[in-house]
């Protein structure tokens, strides 16, 4: 289990990182957090000739946020995102979603943009980012462009992230007023890759109607599954939903496989009980955060 | 002071060491060291046309291949059958290197020696082995139907089929006590593979000394005198040429008893021919395809029964997957076979097995070594027989358990030692009384009502076992006193972790009236102690630690002795505390072990002044006798060997509580709770330790742990990413009491402990899996998709 040959870059800036991407093209591979990458290479199921290391690159430690929503550079590790107070405030569901990210001593070296870029239909950030609409930002000598999160997962373990382009941060949009999100997983153990998971995203209204419901599916497809059931769920109070409805409007979108883990119809069943208790805890989530929004009008 | 520590909750005197880095495993030996690494098979079952090296010979820092052409004399032979037996009419073991056909994925193929371990693999990388593709077996029922073949001439795949019969009281065949019984039922119950898979995997490092022309051998092993002998043997180097260390070492869970592995003869031989050091590192997933797995069995049970669930006849048929080879013989569906029936008087039993090959990695015994499995059939047993009577489990175990007086209990068969399987001591109803009023099991059904009044699906289950350990044939201690006052203990057995160098210390503190810092352990190191059997079958602590009380009473005689001599006493009348001889009753009339040291061993030259007394001029001596008496040996040592009739007996008894989730069907343990009898605890804070090690590895063999092979033969879990090992958050509280019915059959009144905790978790899980869902469970593990499965196929029964 040791790795193939390959040439090590350290560079001392973005340039200088994106320089040697463009002339390594498909031969260059970024290391970030290497929680993915490294056991890739000891087994040698990955092969780079070129590994473009940028932990060098500091100025790419950033998370920034205001009430557009989050950015999070290539840099900034799952357990700064996890603790950074100002991007919890803008967007919860990053922090509820990184509590689930694997062990702390892994979410203390892996970065957010990595995740995405490795783009596991079983990871959270995926489905975080699929969920809010997100979207990944790819530099390369010369340029940059904003991928939308539709767009960026291609299938399992691909992204749009193109030879000589590399993810410099990621933005995770904010969610009107009256919003709540909640992410549910079940996973074999503590800290595993989810058999199923379920982040949810819910907007109420003035009078604690459902105006909004969207919900990503992990491990039940080749990318994250976003389905938006605004309309089987609303405008009605979330007492009043009918959940099996909703979990069965997901579980119709859904394409599990059987895999050793678990079979496609435990998944199928799995997502529909998660699809209930995320939107649930949404909701709730969204019904507080209004209750304390009109609590704090009144004073 | 006080220096009798036997039975003190000592803390654990290698952990400082270990737990701060300061631990000397293989791979933090031999920095300079060249590099081994190997050519596995990829392919489950396939003909070796060619190898192509060429490719590789470019390789910059290459320094050798070889391949089984290369291997000299006794290399070339296949590898050792280490306990052949009768039955095992068929047994089959590899080469160091594949000779043509390769027979699970993961067989050594070429080996490679490199300037490090990088340059080997990409060296190995570029090596071509033309393969013919066999038909692979896979699958030991797929196996026994022999459509295909694992060896050639092994027909039927049949390794080894052995069958025990005891007759009732009354003389009549398990079969026929089964047709003659008031109820009878018959079922199938089915155990995954899983492993031992120890933290550390396998390795090894090789230095020659051409000066010398002898051999150094470090080995991550259980047993390190025999895998010298095997080395001399294999090499043809006299055996006093040969030495063989265990360092540190990572966990052996039973993989590492088995010996020589290729890699054991292979290393040493490469670094004694290139005359440079050479290391092997095993990785990760060379341990999961390269190594050895267990506990994969299926069990046909039939049992006949009265109105109180007393068993009358019990006929129990098991196929057995050994996967490709039997080097270690057949001793995991012996002791299946044997310990199924625990800690009860079964009228007549029969049971019968058959040892299947199968195109996968071989099979050895691994923590518990058949054991879980047959707890597994015989509590599944007591479970079915109790719901088919209506009554209550318990109430069906005690009715069947051997009496407190009924010891020594004849089973009436062979055990794993070759030895009557006779039972020398347990107290099995106070075990279960214990139990219940731990777990509280009387007023478990209020507690099951209320959390069904809650939606809530909660289920108790319980399970007996008895454990042969401190299996023959011997151990040897060392003992010797310095004159600096300081203990030196050393055995030939090895250690993995388990706390050997607190308890061996602990009784040699407790027998010479020493300090325990005084008192230093060495194990497995053979410049230290050459004869020894190795660390399994939960032995050390029997068998190293009742040598070692031995040895240490042999030199406690002879201090006495000198001091008497020295104190104008009569050794009678002394005693030793915190190291000083004294006469009892007279603290003054003392003298240090250390001063009866230098007294024991009369010097001609003093080099200091403490040993300037025990010179031949110095004091009062008898012109008519030599300085050394007679009989006696110079300096204060001493030897000594334990090697009991048969093994001792060991139980216990588990029960557990768990949840079930309706929705999601996850299944978590509420409480686990041990009762635990290993006769006369030396270190109970060690002892409990065991069992949590244990229990943990049993929550993985019940809920997580398969190895799950495709129809190709390929491992597809091969990696701590898809093969589930409980973490910490998945092994819950353990709770643990002690019971203890001493040993009549070794000095220190012990029995063993280290395979204990793992033994019927399977058992107990499945039972209370099955007390909360209302489903039977006959197989184990069980994950919560299976769960999920089971429910859906129970549900459209009841509506069929």
């Known amino acids: ?40 290479l000891n087994m040698r199921l990955a092969a780079p000739g070129h590994l473009v290391d940028i932990n060098g690159l500091t100025e790419l430690a950033t998370i920034s946020a205001d009430a557009s929503g989050v950015r999070v550079g290539a840099l900034a590790r799952h357990a700064a995102v996890e603790r950074a107070g100002s991007a919890r405030a803008v967007q919860p569901l990053l922090a509820q979603a990184l509590a689930l990210v694997a062990h702390p001593v892994i979410r203390n070296r892996g970065t957010v943009v990595g995740s995405l870029v490795h783009a596991d239909p079983s990871a959270e950030m995926p489905a975080v980012l699929a969920l809010l609409g997100g979207s990944v930002r790819l530099a390369r000598l010369g340029g940059e462009r904003d991928v939308h999160a539709r767009d960026f997962f291609v299938g399992p373990l691909e992204s749009a992230c193109l030879p000589g382009e590399m993810a410099v941060s990621a933005f995770f949009p904010a969610l009107p007023e009256r919003s709540g999100t909640a992410f549910c997983e079940v996973a074999r153990r503590h800290g595993d890759y989810a058999v199923a998971g379920v982040a949810a995203a819910v907007t109420l209204d003035e009078d604690f109607r459902i105006t909004a419901a969207r919900v990503a599916c992990v491990s039940v497809g080749p990318v994250p599954v976003v389905v938006d059931v605004t309309g089987v769920c609303g405008p009605r109070p979330p007492a009043s939903v009918d959940w099996d409805e909703v979990a069965r409007a997901v579980q119709d979108r859904i394409e599990p496989e059987d895999d050793i883990h678990a079979t496609a119809g435990y998944r199928r069943h799995l997502t529909g009980v998660l699809v209930t208790r995320a939107l649930r805890g949404a909701a709730q989530d969204a019904a507080q955060s209004t209750a304390h929004d009109a609590g704090e009008g009144r004073a | ?63 050798a291949i070889y391949t089984w052409e290369d291997l000299p004399g006794l290399l070339a032979e296949p590898l050792p059958l280490l306990i052949p037996h009768p039955a095992l009419t068929h047994g089959r073991t590899g080469h160091a290197l594949a000779r043509d056909v390769v027979r699970h994925v993961g067989e050594p193929v070429v080996m490679v020696v490199a300037a490090d371990r990088y340059v080997a693999e990409d060296a190995c990388s570029l090596i071509e082995v033309d393969y013919e593709i066999l038909k ?14 694992v060896h050639a001439d092994v027909p039927g795949n049949v390794g080894a089929h052995l069958v025990q019969e005891v007759p009732s009281p009354e003389g009549l065949s398990a079969r026929e006590a089964i047709e003659a019984a008031p109820h009878t039922l018959a079922f199938r119950l089915d155990i995954e593979r899983s492993a031992s898979m120890p933290l550390e995997g396998k390795g090894v490092y090789a230095r020659w000394d051409a000066d010398d022309q002898s051999l150094r051998v470090y080995s991550s092993t259980q047993t390190s005198t025999s895998v010298r002998m095997a080395v001399a043997a294999k090499l043809g180097l006299p055996l006093p040429k040969v030495e063989v260390i265990a360092p540190d070492v990572g966990g052996g869970f039973g993989v590492k008893i088995v010996h020589p592995w290729p890699e054991e003869i292979l290393v040493p031989w490469a670094a004694r021919l290139l005359d440079r050091e050479v290391k092997w590192t095993e990785d990760r997933r060379e341990h999961f395809i390269s190594s050895a797995h267990e506990r994969a069995q299926v069990h046909h049970v039939r049992v006949g029964f009265d109105d109180d669930g007393r068993v009358l006849g019990l006929d129990v048929n098991i196929l057995h997957d050994h996967g490709a080879y039997t080097p270690y013989g057949i001793i995991v569906p012996i002791i299946t076979s044997t310990q199924l029936v625990g800690p009860y008087k079964i009228g007549a039993y029969r049971v019968e097995f058959s040892s299947i090959y199968t195109n996968t990695v071989q099979v050895t015994p691994y923590r518990g070594a058949g054991r879980p499995q047959g707890v597994f059939c015989m509590e599944r047993t007591m479970d079915r027989i109790a719901a088919h009577l209506g009554r209550d489990r318990t109430e069906v175990r005690a009715a069947n358990f051997i009496q407190p007086g009924e010891f020594p209990y004849d089973q009436g068969m062979t055990f794993q030692d070759g030895r009557p399987l006779i039972y020398d001591s347990g107290d099995y109803p106070e075990s279960l009384r214990m139990l219940k009023e731990l777990i509280g099991w009387d007023s478990f059904p209020a507690m099951k009502a209320e959390a069904a009044a809650e939606g809530r699906a909660i289920g108790i289950g319980v399970g007996c076992y008895v454990e042969g350990t401190g299996v023959g044939p011997y151990e040897g201690g060392h003992v010797q006193i310095t004159s600096d006052g300081r203990v030196h203990v050393s055995t030939g057995l090895t250690s993995q972790g388990q706390g050997h160098e607190t308890v061996f210390a602990q009784i040699a503190a407790t027998e010479l009236g020493v300090p325990i810092e005084k008192v230093s352990v060495v194990t497995g190191d053979t410049r230290r102690f050459g004869y020894a059997v190795g660390t399994f079958a939960s032995r050390a602590a029997v068998m190293s630690g009742n040598a070692i009380a031995l040895a240490c ?106 949840e079930t989730d309706p929705l999601t069907a996850e299944i ?65 509280r353990i709770e643990t009491a002690h019971l203890e019915t001493p040993s009549p059959l070794n000095p220190l009144g012990v029995k063993g402990a280290g395979e204990a905790g793992v033994i019927p978790v399977s058992a ?36 069929q």
Request: hydrophobic fraction near 40%.
């Open chain 2, 136 to 149: 692979p077996v896979v699958g030991v029922e797929e196996a026994a139907e022999a459509v295909n073949l």
């Open chain 2, 1 to 63: 002071m006080t220096t009798k520590l036997f039975g003190e909750r000592v803390q654990r005197r290698e952990d400082a060491r270990l737990i701060t880095g300061q631990g000397r495993f293989l791979d933090d030996l031999g920095a300079n060291a060249l590099a081994a690494a190997f050519v596995r098979s990829p392919h489950a079952h396939a003909r070796i046309r060619d190898v192509d090296v060429s490719a590789a010979l470019d390789v910059e820092g290459l320094v």
């Open chain 2, 668 to 732: 978590k343990i509420l409480r686990y709770v041990v009762v635990h009898d290993c006769g006369k605890l030396i270190n109970p804070m060690i002892v409990e330790g065991q069992i949590h090690g244990g229990v943990g590895q049993g929550v993985g063999g019940a809920l997580y742990e398969k190895m799950v092979y495709d129809e190709h033969g390929q491992l597809l879990n091969a990696s701590f990413m898809d093969f589930l090992m409980p973490y910490a958050t998945e092994v819950p």
């Open chain 1, 1 to 40: 289990m040791k790795p193939s040959p390959f040439d090590y870059h350290r560079p001392a800036g973005l340039g200088e990182a994106l320089q040697t991407l463009a002339e390594t093209g498909s031969h260059g591979k970024v290391l970030a957090g290497g929680q993915s990458l490294i056991p890739l």
């Open chain 2, 553 to 658: 009473r042999k030199v406690r005689d002879k201090a006495l002795k000198v001091a008497a001599d020295a104190l104008e006493a009569d050794p009678r009348d002394l005693e030793i505390t915190d190291g000083v001889v004294h006469v009892a009753g007279t603290p003054s009339a003392s003298i240090p072990l250390a001063t009866v040291a230098v007294l024991s061993n009369p010097l001609r030259y003093a080099f200091d002044k403490e040993t300037q007394r025990a010179t031949q001029f110095a004091g009062p001596q008898d012109d008519d006798r030599p300085p050394v008496a007679d009989g006696e040996e110079p300096g204060m040592e001493g030897k000594d060997y334990y090697s009991p009739v048969r093994s001792t007996f060991a139980s216990g008894m588990h029960a557990a509580i768990v």
């Open chain 2, 764 to 799: 107990v899980i499945a039972a209370a899996i099955e007390d909360a869902e209302g489903i039977t469970i006959d197989r184990m593990p069980i994950s919560p998709s299976d769960l999920y499965s089971l429910r859906a196929e129970t549900r459209l029964r009841k509506t």
